[in-house]
């Protein structure tokens, strides 16, 4: 099925730092597994009758290429879900969970029928999370100028230094907040603004520095511990394509 037979739409949020995206895949013919990078982020997403919860990845993740269909998500700015959730992200790491195995199964059923009932699910589910915001107040701001110095290109031991923490501290506050430790973050991060740079149209090499790399050779490693793959397969394949479908602050993400 060519790519542009999928139908993708991606709005910023009226919640801070959030990103509103739907997808819809009409029936077609089987297509490979698609990888979608980490990007430090969660996703609430919703198809019909189901509710899933997209964790922190630490790794590609292979969308099921037999999914079909439509589905509406909100993506998370990193260290906001797991507030909204009341679930720390290191619960949540490399998996898709559905939301009736965090929450009451009657209160998710619920929710996921007055979703499926609406005309517009991205908008339903935007209001849920805005709901679900002011009763739970704002993340912890601490973690949001961590998120926010990491994807900047600031080292750990400045962040840690500038918000207060010892490094035992910011490694604590990081598994809860974004499921994993601030250097692996930083990492992820890191490779998301080198990607971004070389879809501007900059070479590798200059992409690498420019996003904190000592050089296209750790860019490289990077790419293969984190995606699992080379620079050149990644956007020769139209990876970057599929994960650009999804953007959001610092990167992508996808349905499960």
Known sequence: MPREHQRYQQRPSRLA????WTL???PGPRQPAR???PDGCMDLIWTAGRLVVAGPDTHAFQVDPDNRGSCAAIRFAPGTAP???GVPAYELRDHRVELADLWSRTTVRKLTERIDRTVHPAAALEDFALGRAADTGPPDPLTVTVADRLRRGGSVAATAAEVGLGARQLHRRSLA???YGPKTLARILR???ALDLVRTGLPYAEAACAAGCTDQAHLAREMRDLAGTTLGAYFSAGEAAANSETPQPSGSS???
Request: aromatic share 4%.
């Open 17 to 20: 730092g959030a990103v509103v």
């Open 24 to 26: 819809d895949v009409p």
């Open 35 to 37: 990888s979608v990078l």
């Open 83 to 85: 507030v909204l959730l």
């Open 177 to 179: 907040a974004f499921g």
């Open 191 to 193: 490779l998301q603004r």
């Open 254 to 256: 996808t349905t499960a």
